[in-house]
């Protein structure tokens, strides 16, 4: 029994040690486990042994301002974060989950370059602009602020100052490794998504953070699972004061984990009718409209997938979730959707996963924007030839969109009564139609 004011004396078992340098030496990790088990305490202590190159970013970090801090030019601004946490950690009497981390002087302290990275990152993870502006228009010498989407950053929402916190944190070159806590804080489920797509992408870690090494999250969000590299997921567990740590090791173990994150309830799944892979946005936001419309009483999951890879890699996680594709009846419920660019073999290589031939939906034209509602385009775009797309642009009868607007247009003006495309009804809905009914 410890007093009121004394610091239990939590330690990692002896067994785990070889089970540290692996997550010392590795570029992800993620940490699961449930509330008080020693997560936060294992980043704390993990931060704290490998020094002054490791940053700690706290569950405590939202934060609100509407004018940018000076920059002062500090040598010692590493050293100084790293004294101020070390004390912190080891003087603190109780659970204090704050950071030295404030955005606004973080923000002010990136060089030019990575201010440019951070508006690069927002408007790629968010489709949100981010301009540093002068308080006085005609004046380059009145302090300066942050324009979110033409108004001042402190009017966004905390989520959207969350996520600034931590892409502003990851740029920070001082440091080549960050323990986070929490990844998942105030961030809605579809930006988690972003954010994890965003950090796992190679070309993008090469791009906007090549002076990261290792990257520790403590998370209890299933997005933030690394699901490529299973040996990558640890579990944490305590007894008594004794942390101990568990490298998932097979589909089976990381399937447990998930599972674990989902609050070990099948309900929480929502098994849906069918379960839609597409390619993009565009496609997702599309086929989403037209099976709700189609199906307004059915549950339906359209998840877009953006590469051949990504597509493979939610249907093993579908094949672990089912044991065996082959033989579970979502077999016939699981569809793909491919443009006509794809790799050769992508088809084969779904089949040999399970997933049944008639299930792939191929387009003969690259791109969905050529199936959507003839009228509906028609009305967008005037009567006319067949649409035309250049990279991004969908063009006819000399008016122009974007594809991220077209969709949006699309979808606002399709209704019960809009009658689909043949070939999307002939090649998709028809094969949909049993299965969404049952």
Partial sequence: ??????????????????????????????LVGRNNCGKSWLLKTLTQSWGQSASYLGPARYQNFNLLGYYTPNRNRRNERWRQFNNQWSSQHENIDNSPVNLQQAVAELSDIQ??????????????????????EDNSMSQKYISCAGHNISYTSSGFRLIATLVTSLLDTDYDTFLIDEPELGISPEAQGQLADF???RAHR????????????????TVFLDRKHLQNNFTVTKVGDEVCLSQVQTQADFNKVHFFLLGNRFETL??????VLVEGKCDDKFVSRALAL?????????????SD?????????????FSDLQKSPYRDRIFVILDSVHSA???DQLVRMGLPAENIVKWPKNGIEYYYPPEVVDQIFGAGPEITIEGDRVSRNGNTYTKAELVEKVITLMNTASKMHPVFEEKFLLLADAKAAG
């Fill in 1 to 30: 029994m410890y007093l009121y004011d004394q610091r239990p004396g939590t330690h990692v078992a002896d067994s785990c040690a070889p089970l540290l340098q692996v997550i010392r030496d590795s570029e992800y990790i993620v």
């Fill in 115 to 136: 201010r440019q990275n951070l508006v690069e990152i927002i408007r790629i993870l968010l489709g949100v602009t981010l301009e540093i502006r002068s308080t006085v």
């Fill in 199 to 201: 950090l796992f992408d």
């Fill in 206 to 221: 090469a791009k906007y953070f090549s002076h990261i090494k290792t990257i520790v999250f403590a998370t209890h969000s």
């Fill in 270 to 275: 929502y098994l849906p009718s069918l379960i």
């Fill in 294 to 306: 189609r199906y307004p009483n059915a549950q339906i999951s359209v998840i877009p997938a953006n």
């Fill in 309 to 321: 890879d990504r597509i493979k890699e939610v249907l093993a996680v579908a094949k672990g979730l």
């Fill in 345 to 347: 073999t992508l088809p």
